[in-house]
């Protein structure tokens, strides 16, 4: 790393420095890789939550537990870095943890994008019934904004700590987002689906393929944590009323899919419904609404969200599908996203491959949706 960047017009700049901690996960290694990566950052240190056991990676760089990041950084203890020096961090520990760091280093001046749940939630309450635990940092919770830019981009701006979404929250908020917000939601039923990898690990750690392989299979129930997550958010859109989330796990290793079925208040047809998404969605970067039918497979490693709203034969329900990379959108690109929002740099920074198509244009749905 040289320690300065180059602005449009050729000016020498110091770059962000920046600190990731939890790197040995699976979002946290990538959102090591993507700050490694980034023209206007610096990173400036990786750490590992557990340093003391016979498998601290403590000494070891990146590219040796993760090959395929080829990131040239080894990780260190926090209490060996000058964090007084650094201008901001990710933070990939699990909430407890998460929560006492990001006290720590927001009172020395450092921006935090969390991605734990601890502060995903506007009530400590709601966090501590559905996690299981004391919230170990609720002075900080109304501090702390929701990291989904496409809904909270503004407030993203002032922000000093955010709660990165969760992926299961990411695709289904984004997929009913412009329903909630016209009363158009009177009841709905999210199936969603996700490779191995949800599960924040890979190699050794990773949930067992066998038993996964050749099979697909609900779990999280009855009640998955990134439930609260979608209610809460669809409340703030007006929407508060029944709600059923069922996750599944299907043998791929990172993708999501999420199918939602909503009775709508009232009959709403494929012009409105076409029309209501373009609305919604015409200008943002990273929302594509796909005239056909969305697959994960296209938007694996991207930060890219793809919407396809239709209704079903019988026009009774509206089907919204919405496909996200559960690492990448669901995870480590969009708290790159967020990471650039509280920087004041450019949203699409580092994540450049992955802007929708026609340079911030979404995918233009190309005829009415179908009928199933």
């Known amino acids: 790393m040289t320690g300065n960047s180059q602005n449009g017009n050729g000016i020498g700049h110091q770059r962000k420095k920046v600190l990731v901690a939890g790197a040995t996960g699976?979002?946290?290694s990538l959102v090591a890789e993507l700050v490694d990566k980034h023209p206007?950052?610096?990173?400036?240190?990786?750490?590992?939550?557990?340093?003391?056991?016979?498998?601290?990676?403590?000494?070891k760089k990146l590219f040796e537990i993760y090959p395929e990041h080829r990131v040239d950084c080894e990780f260190q203890k926090i209490s060996d870095l000058d964090l007084s020096a650094i201008d901001a961090a990710v933070i990939a520990y699990p909430a407890g943890p998460a929560a006492r760091l990001a006290t720590e280093l927001l009172d020395i001046g450092l921006k935090v994008v969390d991605s734990c749940g601890a502060f995903r939630f506007q009530s400590v309450e709601t966090y501590e019934e559905w996690y299981g635990e004391q919230h170990d940092a609720p002075h900080l919770n109304s501090r702390a904004i929701y990291g989904l830019?496409?809904?909270?981009?503004?407030?993203?701006?002032?922000?000093?700590?955010v709660g990165n979404p969760g992926c299961y929250p990411t695709a289904s908020v984004l997929a009913l987002a412009p329903l909630a917000a016209r009363n158009l939601i009177d009841d709905v039923v999210i199936d969603a689906k996700s490779g191995v990898s949800g599960a924040g690990k890979r190699g050794e750690n990773a949930?067992?393929?066998?038993?996964?392989?050749?099979?697909?299979?609900?779990?999280?129930?009855?009640?998955?944590?990134?439930?609260?997550?979608?209610?809460?958010?669809?409340r703030f859109l007006g929407y508060e009323g029944s709600l059923s989330f069922v996750p599944h796990l299907i043998p791929?290793?990172?993708g999501e899919l999420v199918s939602c079925y909503v009775k709508p208040t009232r009959k709403v047809g494929p012009d409105e419904l076409t029309t209501m998404y373009h609305d919604a969605y015409a200008a943002e970067p990273f929302v594509e609404l796909s005239s056909e039918l969305p697959t994960a497979r296209e938007v694996q490693e991207t930060n890219i969200c793809r919407i396809h709203p239709?209704?079903?034969?019988?026009?009774?329900?509206?089907?919204?599908?919405?496909?996200?990379?559960?690492?990448?959108?669901?995870?480590?690109?969009?708290?790159?996203?967020?990471?650039n929002l509280v920087l004041g740099l450019?949203?699409?920074?580092?994540?450049?491959?992955?802007?929708?198509?026609?340079?911030?244009a979404t995918m233009p749905l190309d005829r009415a949706p179908v009928s199933a």
């Open 252 to 254: 791929i290793d990172q």
């Open 346 to 360: 450019p949203e699409h920074s580092g994540i450049d491959s992955a802007v929708a198509l026609s340079s911030g």
């Open 40 to 59: 206007e950052l610096e990173l400036a240190g990786i750490t590992a939550r557990d340093t003391e056991d016979a498998k601290s990676p403590i000494g």
């Open 149 to 161: 830019p496409e809904l909270h981009r503004e407030q993203l701006r002032e922000a000093d700590l």
């Open 26 to 28: 699976a979002v946290g």
């Open 310 to 339: 239709l209704m079903d034969k019988a026009q009774e329900r509206i089907i919204v599908f919405a496909t996200i990379d559960n690492l990448w959108k669901g995870g480590a690109s969009q708290a790159m996203q967020n990471l």
């Open 207 to 234: 949930p067992p393929f066998i038993g996964t392989f050749d099979n697909m299979r609900p779990y999280g129930i009855p009640g998955h944590k990134h439930e609260p997550e979608i209610r809460e958010q669809l």
